[in-house]
Each structure stands twice: as C-alpha cells, then as structure tokens.
C-alpha cells in the first residue's frame, strides 16, 4: 500500500513540474531590469517593515517609517 502511495506521489511530482515549465515569452532587457528593481525593492520593503516591529528608538521607527513611504511610492 506504501508503495502505490509512493508511486502515485512521484507521478504527481512529475506533472507538476511539467504544468510549471510553459513557455513564456522571452522578456527584453528593459523587462527584465524593471522586474530585477521590483524585486528589489519589495524585498527592501518586506525588510524595513520587519525592521519597523523589531524598532525600539522613536527616531529609528520614524526614519523606517519615511524610508517605507518612499519604497511604497516608488512600487506605486
């Protein structure tokens, strides 16, 4: 029983990772450097957020305050 288990879980793997690789269109340099700066800038946003809950100093949370309006304008 363990096995047909085992089998039908490696051929769910196999579809899956078939359903994942469908061609898209091949993305120009331009797309691909604004999509590189979104990244980067939604990690810098995730990052500053978190730094914002662990911040004990009101002049730290203000600075991380400001510093995520200006990540939001920029994503906006």
Same mark, same amino acid.
């Given at each position: 029983?363990?096995?047909?288990?085992?089998?039908?879980?490696?051929?769910?793997?196999?579809?899956?990772?078939? #359903?994942?690789? /469908? $061609?898209?269109? !091949? %993305?120009?340099?331009?797309?691909? @450097?604004?999509? =590189? #700066?979104?990244? /980067? $800038?939604?990690? !810098? %946003?995730?990052?500053?957020?978190? @730094?914002?809950? =662990?911040?004990?100093?009101?002049?730290?949370?203000?600075?991380?305050?400001?510093?995520?309006?200006?990540?939001?304008?920029?994503?906006?």
């Amino acid at each position: 029983m363990a096995r047909g288990f085992e089998s039908k879980d490696v051929e769910f793997q196999q579809a899956e990772r078939e #359903r994942g690789t /469908t $061609l898209r269109r !091949a %993305l120009t340099p331009e797309e691909r @450097d604004a999509e =590189a #700066r979104k990244r /980067t $800038l939604e990690l !810098a %946003l995730a990052r500053a957020r978190a @730094d914002l809950t =662990a911040a004990t100093s009101d002049a730290h949370r203000r600075m991380l305050a400001a510093a995520i309006k200006a990540l939001e304008a920029q994503l906006a």
